[in-house]
């Protein structure tokens, strides 16, 4: 036991687990424009839903090996988080230690974040056409009330806005505007205006999620930004 | 490569004088290489143009000019300028100007190759975009200014050199996390989500790991004295490759996104 845990907490196997990380996402960068057709929807989807419908062992291997060693990954840094603050922390080191442990536990968060987002997430894109209604699950839907768009002089679109109403079990919402880059909360789903078509046909392209992982990825993305501006104070003092 | 029409911009007015606004500037930093007061002249005449240049730019877009790769790169060659400015005023580093203004010079030269579109997507008129688009490409500046350091400590082995390199590769990481969060916050607030899993992003995150390792090295003494410089080196590479590689070289599929 007492050698496997050496064995997790060592700095060698950090680096080969960093450098096992890289190769592997080398791999992935040359996989995915080989395969484009076959990972076309893997952003779509949650990643273990994903894999479960892709099937082709051959073309997503890396991803399984990328998952087993993020874990490995995961659990030495969360040895090392115990095993530093274990030993000999007083006021006058405190930033010292706390500051990389900050940024360890910040990077488990953002991993913690996209397994809950991989496993339990929700992600699906509805085409609706203006005055007509996408369905959302099994008893809701969105209608597109409104559709408005602006373009600059040389016909590229500067902004645009949905008017949407929510419909569950045949209840109507009040109406909500939904814009680029400014998400929707409504019904347990968060809704975002991915896409818009304003030709004859007028319509917009609504991603309708449920992300139970980002704000875990939020809070890790937090703590990483804490312990580097630690870390820069401490280099700055030097 | 990467979108390069030069003859279009004959046409348009606006990108022509952009164009020659970061020429300018690339030649004048080449002429800041001539020795002695002279040189650092032609250097400063080079910023205030430099600078004249992403002026115009804000002006003509509305906008802070970080949204398009022309205005990406000079940012980039800005900040590596203004680096070069402060480490020369501390008299940090000796000759650093030979290896790092022909860089500045060379990436506002690429700039120029570049189309300015001048219409910002609404995707991107948010300060989480600009946010991220400031500490990513000040990350890649300062990386590159840690390279410099870090090549002219290979060639000369005075190891304050490679201290130096280690501190500015720390903050260059610092900067690229900072990127990467608040990239990942306006990108989730676009399109629901915070990765995506294309070979940009994945080079993206094989350079933050390169810097990991080197940081984790680096910082544990297990590295030191030249692989380690020849480690933040390459770092530096694998920013260059993940900006102008990943596209020309490994074909990049058309995104939705």
Known sequence: ?238 | MCNVDVFLYADDRAAFIAMLLVLVPAALYILGLSEGKKGFVFFLTGLAVHVASIVFRAVKLGALPLAEKYDNISFMALVMALSYLWLRRRQAVESLELALLPVVATLLAVAGLHKTINTVSPFMNTPWFYMHTFFYFTSYAFLGVGACIGAIYILSGRSAYERLQYRWTLFSWMALSASLVVGGVWFYMAYGTYWLWTSKELWITLTWLLLGLYMHARMTSWMRGRPAAVLGCLCFAAALFTYFGVGAVIPAPPTQF
């Open chain 1, 1 to 238: 036991m007492r050698a496997v845990y050496r064995f997790l907490i060592s700095l060698n196997t950090l680096f080969v687990v960093f450098t096992i990380c890289a190769v592997l996402a080398l791999v992935g960068s040359l996989t995915l424009p080989a395969n484009l057709a076959f990972f076309s929807g893997i952003d779509d989807t949650p990643l273990f839903k994903w894999l479960s419908d892709a099937g082709n062992l051959k073309a997503t291997w890396w991803i399984f090996v990328f998952i087993v060693v993020l874990a490995l990954l995961a659990t030495s840094m969360a040895l090392c988080i115990v095993e530093d603050l274990r030993t000999g922390v007083s006021r006058k080191n405190i930033l010292q230690k706390l500051s990389p442990q900050l940024i360890h536990l910040g990077t488990l968060f953002v991993l913690l974040g996209y397994l809950l987002t991989s496993a339990y997430g929700l992600r699906a894109d509805v085409l609706i056409g203006k005055g007509e209604t996408g369905a959302i699950g099994t008893n809701a839907s969105l209608h597109l009330v409104d559709l408005n768009a602006r373009t600059d002089e040389n016909g590229y679109f500067t902004d645009w806005k949905a008017v949407l109403r929510f419909v569950k079990d045949g209840v109507e919402s009040d109406t909500m505007v939904l814009r680029p880059v400014h998400p929707v909360r409504v019904g347990g789903y968060e809704l975002f205006f991915k896409s818009i078509d304003m030709g004859d046909e007028q319509a917009a392209l609504i991603r309708v999620c449920r992300d139970p992982g980002a704000g875990w990825a939020l809070l890790g993305g937090a703590l990483l930004l804490l312990g580097s501006l630690g870390l820069a104070y401490i280099r700055l003092r030097a």
